[in-house]
Nanobody, 129 residues
Framework: QVQLVESGGGLVQAGGSLRLSCAAS????????MGWFRQAPGKEREFVAA????????NYADSVKGRFTISRDNAKNTVHLQMNSLKPEDTAAYYC??????????????????????WGQGTQVTVSS
């Protein structure tokens, strides 16, 4: 069983920064990719960013390109999401997810929530104007 635990959420003013972390644990943790998704009240869950565990290839939603950076620490089975220049519209619960294997190329695969096998409980990010 794989467990994902997010941390680092909080309240920040517009223009500020936050760094989210996702720690993965389990007897034999192995992932093809890990991603971040977010869900605001009354809205559907949406893709934010993903990273392929091998090679570190990344993928970002257009809305966060240039502001957010996803990275991984293989030795610690941890993924980070550095969020800069935050906007009020970034306010949401942020979820970490892990995919064990892929069925299509990383670019298209990584943005689909249904492709992920494990999910964390989420961490709240609130950006005030």
């Amino acid at each position: 069983q794989v467990q994902l635990v997010e941390s680092g959420g909080g309240l920040v003013q517009a223009g500020g920064s936050l760094r989210l972390s996702c720690a993965a644990s389990g007897r034999t943790f192995s992932a093809y990719a890990m991603g971040w998704f977010r869900q605001a009240p009354g809205k559907e869950r949406e893709f934010v960013a993903a990273i392929r565990w091998s090679g570190g290839i990344t993928n970002y939603a257009d809305s966060v390109k240039g502001r957010f950076t996803i990275s991984r620490d293989n030795a610690k089975n941890t993924v980070h999401l550095q969020m800069n220049s935050l906007k009020p519209e970034d306010t949401a619960a942020y979820y970490c997810a892990a995919a064990r294997q892929h069925t299509t190329a990383f670019g298209s695969f990584s943005s689909g929530a249904n492709n992920y096998d494990y999910w964390g409980q989420g961490t709240q990010v609130t950006v005030s104007s």
